[in-house]
T-cell receptor
Framework: DAGITQSPRHKVTETGTPVTLRCHQT?????MYWYRQDPGHGLRLIHY???????DKGEVSDGYSVSRSKTEDFLLTLESATSSQTSVYFC????????????FGEGSRLTVL | KNEVEQSPQNLTAQEGEFITINCSYS?????LHWLQQHPGGGIVSLFM???GKKKHGRLIATINIQEKHSSLHITASHPRDSAVYIC???????????FGKGTLLTVNP
């Protein structure tokens, strides 16, 4: 199994509080992604990274920021959580070329009350 | 923006049946992924394709780059194959991914 872990796995927070989700990999893969998964919408890309300090927005990036200061960690921050951000968040990693297979973390379930 | 469409959205089969799930996309890609997610579970990569055909056990994936279409086939389906199957396409040099909404497969014994 690929070495990818997410933390926390479950979190309940209140509207307006900041939240940071962490994705950690031990595969030295270049590409890292954050997705949210909601019923009826499937997986939607929030942000992704193609290298240290290189990130780009996905289709649902409003209200989210990311940082990648080292290869192994990709952080997703909700500066001021809202109830619409209640979701399951998945991190994924991918290498290049023949190592371009996707590996997913186990998911982080976030509830914003 | 790449539009990724999967069909059918829901599929119910009897054990032993041959299953086909389809994925079409609108813009040229560098690779296509097929993923599996069991209810309440994590997401597992089944295949990564850029051309032709791949086979793992009872699963076969094909892609037609010219027609912008891929199929996932399951031979001799089994109840443990019940899951959501997701198609994802990778485009551009930055490996941005776009996902289909998934196909919910239920295989009855």
């Amino acid at each position: 199994d690929a070495g990818i872990t997410q933390s926390p796995r479950h979190k309940v927070t209140e509207t307006g509080t900041p939240v940071t989700l962490r994705c950690h990999q031990t595969e030295n893969h270049r590409y890292m992604y954050w997705y949210r998964q909601d019923p009826g919408h499937g997986l939607r890309l929030i942000h992704y990274s193609y290298g240290v300090k290189d990130t780009d927005k996905g289709e649902v990036s409003d209200g989210y920021s990311v940082s990648r200061s080292k290869t192994e960690d990709f952080l997703l921050t909700l500066e001021s959580a809202t109830s619409s951000q209640t979701s399951v968040y998945f991190c994924a990693i991918s290498g290049q070329g023949s190592t371009g297979e996707l590996f997913f973390g186990e998911g982080s379930r976030l509830t914003v009350l | 923006k790449n539009e990724v469409e999967q069909s059918p959205q829901n599929l119910t089969a009897q054990e032993g049946e041959f299953i086909t799930i389809n994925c079409s996309y609108s813009v040229g890609i560098s690779a296509l992924h097929w993923l599996q997610q069991h209810p309440g579970g994590g997401i597992v990569s089944l295949f990564m394709l850029s051309s032709g055909k791949k086979k793992h056990g009872r699963l076969i994936a094909t892609i037609n780059i010219q027609e912008k279409h891929s199929s996932l086939h399951i031979t001799a389906s089994h109840p443990r194959d019940s899951a959501v199957y997701i198609c994802a396409v990778r485009e551009g040099s930055n490996y941005k991914l776009t996902f289909g909404k998934g196909t919910l497969l239920t295989v009855n014994p």
